[in-house]
């Protein structure tokens, strides 16, 4: 069992920059990959990023390569979102979540995160 909570959303300016964090319970940490999708209102969960267990491979999402960076600290049992250069279309819902492969798929996803509200005004 993981229990992940995320940390860190808010509201900045279009432009602006914000880092979201997500805690995850347990001593497997490195054994999940790690993901972080986003909900806007009315629309479906999409996927924002993932990084493996050790941190090394990453994967992005065209509508955010070049903005966003994924990381994670094994020692810490924490995944991050370093969001830079934000865009009001990247208002959203933030969540992280914990897989047991390597995917963009949120259905391979067993374990969620509460989300995090991030909103950037124009």
């Known amino acids: 069992q993981v229990q992940l909570v995320e940390s860190g959303g808010g509201l900045v300016q279009a432009g602006g920059s914000l880092r979201v964090s997500c805690a995850a319970s347990g001593r497997t940490f490195s054994n999940y990959a790690m993901g972080w999708f986003r909900q806007a209102p009315g629309k479906e969960r999409e996927f924002v990023a993932v990084?493996?267990?050790?941190?090394?491979?990453?994967r992005l999402a065209d509508s955010v390569k070049g903005r966003f960076t994924i990381s994670r600290d094994n020692a810490k049992n924490t995944v991050y979102l370093q969001m830079n250069t934000l865009k009001p279309e990247d208002t959203a819902v933030y969540y992280c979540?914990?897989?047991?492969?390597?995917?963009?798929?949120?259905?391979?996803?067993?374990?969620w995160g509460q989300g995090t509200q991030v909103t950037v005004s124009s």
């Open positions: 990084v493996g267990g050790s941190g090394v491979i990453t």
């Open positions: 979540a914990a897989a047991p492969v390597f995917s963009t798929w949120p259905n391979n996803y067993l374990y």
